[in-house]
């Protein structure tokens, strides 16, 4: 029997009875759809949420408050990290300009943002080209490995820089993290969205040359991390995290984690006699910095944690044919096949059961934790549950609230307190 069909056999044995008495969805106001939804709308008009930046710092204060007037003793806590000011940056081939972004950390020096040479396919650059390289949908995560690996011996060989053009629902450039440590790149790299990179289609073909330029400053600041904690009958603690922090208005990304988070907050500050730690990081976009800080310094002891509970990415979304149904506020369904449940062993039947009906996919632990969900594991939390996602104007800057509907929000909302009910 292979390692993990015996911890199926065993989390079968130990969390039977658990799974069988598991609650049901919590009846409480604070979870109403509509009460939800009115919390996304309003973190998504705060946006956009970069860390450091006016949406960041409203959405910090805000939370802030709800926390505090839960009862909670509220810390702020910096998360310093490098910070890129992007100015604009294009890609000009003959009379024509494509807006772009940049892609991980630009050169530190200017004149190194300035480059120009023949568009050559990535597999085919040599020296003093710029690679090519296209992604298809969906795109929902880092640079793909195969791409990565393109980019990187294309720069090796001598490439003057690279473009990536991202295919997506919008047509805009996908807004890939950063790696907190990485150290800025020698030649520039950049994103373009599907609709301009079609027009450059004809400037491969022919080799002509293209330009990137970046314009920008890199400074020194960060984001926060804002904690709430509520001792109580000291004996145990349940920790719930969410990030705050994206690359644009992030509706269905982050507002379904933040708004349920808040809810979770009020709720389960009049409920039960566990301590009480609730933490929205900042940060999230750069290498996972505020969580990481947070279990580094401020996260409570592994031994005394009952449950970790993350609230992490697109957790409520609707799924679209194209923009113009987006447009036209008519969803083809919800983000089914790319959000999914993440949980410990002994959680599986709880899980199983508490959300049976609201079409997730499950990834158990014992067979694989991703996001931040792995960091909470790497870190020796025993007990801990997450959602973890895409959705398909994840990273873009079309995803408002109208991505997510209290429909969506409420069930998902009842559920996860149901779950953080066992522990409190």
Not at 50 to 65: N, Y
Not at 181 to 207: I, T, W
Request: aromatic share 8%.
């Amino acid at each position: 029997m292979t390692g993990w069909r015996r911890a199926l056999v065993a989390a079968i044995v130990v969390t039977a009875f658990a799974g069988a008495c598991g609650s049901p969805a919590v009846d409480d106001p604070e979870f109403n759809g509509e009460r939800l939804f009115a919390d996304v709308q309003r973190y998504a008009e705060l946006g956009p949420h970069v860390s450091g930046g006016a949406g960041d710092k409203a959405t910090r204060d805000w939370i802030a408050s709800e926390l505090a007037a839960a009862g909670y003793k509220v810390e702020i806590n910096d998360v310093p990290h490098r910070i890129w000011r992007p100015g604009p940056t294009t890609i000009t081939a003959g009379e024509g300009t494509i807006e772009a972004m940049v892609l991980g950390w630009p050169p530190e020096t200017p004149s190194a943002r300035l480059v120009a040479g023949p568009l050559r396919a990535a597999a085919d650059a040599d020296e003093g080209d710029i690679a090519l390289i296209r992604l298809v949908r969906p795109i929902t995560g880092p640079l793909p490995a195969d791409a990565q690996t393109q980019l990187d011996d294309a720069l090796a060989r001598g490439a003057a820089g690279a473009v990536v053009i991202t295919e997506t629902i919008s047509g805009a450039p996908y807004a890939f993290n950063l790696r907190r440590d990485e150290e800025p790149r020698r030649a520039p790299v950049v994103v373009a969205g599907s609709l301009p990179g079609e027009s450059l289609d004809g400037v491969l073909a022919e080799g002509r040359e293209v330009q990137i330029s970046i314009d920008g400053v890199y400074t020194r600041g960060g984001s926060w991390n804002v904690v709430g904690r509520l001792d109580r009958a000291g004996t145990r603690t349940v920790t719930v995290s969410t990030p705050r922090t994206g690359w644009g208005t992030s509706g269905a990304e982050r507002g379904p984690g933040v708004a349920i988070f808040l809810a979770l907050a009020h709720w389960a500050a009049r409920t039960g006699d566990a301590d009480l730690v609730f933490v929205a990081t900042g940060a999230h976009e750069i290498g996972h910095s505020g969580i990481d800080q947070f279990l580094a310094a401020g996260a409570p002891p592994t031994a005394q944690t009952a449950l970790w509970l993350h609230l992490g990415s697109s957790i409520a979304a609707w799924s679209w044919a194209d923009e113009a149904s987006k447009s036209a506020a008519k969803p083809s369904g919800e983000n089914t096949g790319t959000r999914w449940l993440v949980y410990s062993t002994d959680l599986t039947f709880a899980v199983w059961r508490l959300f049976a009906g609201l079409d997730h996919q499950h990834s158990p632990a014992w067979i694989s934790a991703f996001g931040e969900a792995a960091d909470i594991r790497s870190a020796g939390y025993r007990t801990f549950f997450a959602f973890s996602g895409a959705h398909d104007y994840f990273h873009l800057p079309g995803d408002d609230a109208a991505s997510t509907a209290p429909e969506l929000l409420e069930p998902r909302a009842r559920a996860a307190a149901a779950l953080m009910s066992r522990s409190l």
